[in-house]
């Protein structure tokens, strides 16, 4: 039986094992291959933990601070306590950019509740959350999906609070493992008849002038990029309605695209079987692209 995944190439590189890549956990800068988890980790026993992803461009973080706010929201929603600060965690996003000489890629970050014997309730209060982090290049400013994707939709069957950054993504592995089967670039998740957001990103639809994007509630994450790009629609004076939206309405649309703090903009040019618009990248798409690339540069210029 062939596996009808294999024929798509990964987007991402395998993990070298002797890795010589600079990551940090709790506290110390090792070598991928020094890097390690206990067993008893309970991010690994329950997915008990958290985790952000921030850009780096043209060297520099972009919008770790707004990414360490929502990691306090998501760190409070689950009571772990006694994690570094934002400003630690900033000082360390940027050296590991830094060490591993990444111009443009992202900087991972992930806290669990720490180490102890598998017991469902939390841990003594005393036990120390497992803090780690690590950085990867990826091209962004000429990422070839700028070009236009597609999204294959699949049934959202997570969990009711999605707003937390919870590091639980069965429920995206398989969906967007199903959009790689299927030769998409991303899932778009929907439930009741609605788009909820895509595998890992904000969805966003053009109708008549005006974007659309699901307003923020607990069924899905209140993307960083989705804030930027709200402030930007409003900017180049492009109508925006926060109004949740069906399958139907996005395959009808005259324009799609998807964000997330990695992929900044990309258009969406085909869902499912059917070619969103004329099959092309959109003007209020591009004019989105153009000017989130524009924002990053202005705030990672000047080194
Ligand atoms: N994912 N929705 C979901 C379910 C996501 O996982 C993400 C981000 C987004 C977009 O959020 P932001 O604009 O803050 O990146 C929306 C990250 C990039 C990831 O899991 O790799």
Same mark, same amino acid.
């Given at each position: 039986m062939t596996d009808p995944a294999s024929s798509i190439a990964p987007p991402v590189p395998p993990v070298a094992p002797g890795g010589t890549r600079e990551c940090w956990v709790n506290g110390a800068f090792l070598r991928e291959?020094? +890097?390690?988890? &206990?067993?008893?980790? #309970?991010?690994?026993?329950?997915?008990?933990?958290? /985790? %952000?992803v921030a850009a780096v461009f043209n060297g520099r973080l972009l919008d770790a601070d707004l990414h360490l706010v929502r990691l306090e929201r998501s760190l409070g929603a689950l009571h772990i306590g006694g994690t570094q600060s934002a400003e630690e965690w900033g000082a360390v996003m940027q050296s590991l950019a830094e060490r591993n000489a990444i111009e443009e890629g992202l900087v991972y970050l992930q806290v669990t509740r720490g180490v102890a014997e598998r017991d469902f309730p939390f841990p003594s209060a005393t036990t120390p959350p497992t803090q780690f982090a690590y950085a990867r290049p990826k091209p962004m400013r000429y990422d070839p999906n700028a070009a236009g994707i597609a999204l294959q939709s699949v049934p959202d069957i997570r969990w009711a609070r999605r707003d937390i950054k919870s590091i639980a993504l069965l429920a995206q592995v398989l969906a967007k493992q199903e959009a790689r089967a299927a030769g998409a670039? %991303? +899932?778009?998740?929907h439930e009741d008849g609605e788009v909820t957001e895509g595998g890992s990103s904000t969805i966003w639809i053009v109708k008549n002038g005006t974007i659309r994007t699901r307003p923020l509630s607990h069924k899905i994450l209140a993307g960083i990029t989705r804030d930027v790009i709200l402030t930007l629609a409003e900017t180049l004076r492009i109508p925006v309605s926060e109004r949740a939206f069906t399958l139907v309405d996005a395959l009808t649309a005259d324009e799609c695209f998807m964000t997330s703090a990695t992929s900044f903009v990309l258009p969406v040019t085909r869902i499912d079987e059917r070619t969103i618009g004329d099959g092309t990248p959109g003007p209020c798409t591009?004019?989105?692209? &153009?000017? /989130?690339? @524009? #924002? +990053? @540069? #202005?705030l990672t210029a000047g080194r």
């Open positions: 291959r020094d +890097a390690h988890i &206990n067993i008893f980790d #309970r991010g690994l026993l329950f997915a008990d933990g958290v /985790y %952000e670039y %991303e +899932a778009l998740m591009t004019a989105l692209r &153009n000017a /989130y690339l @524009e #924002r +990053a @540069e #202005r």
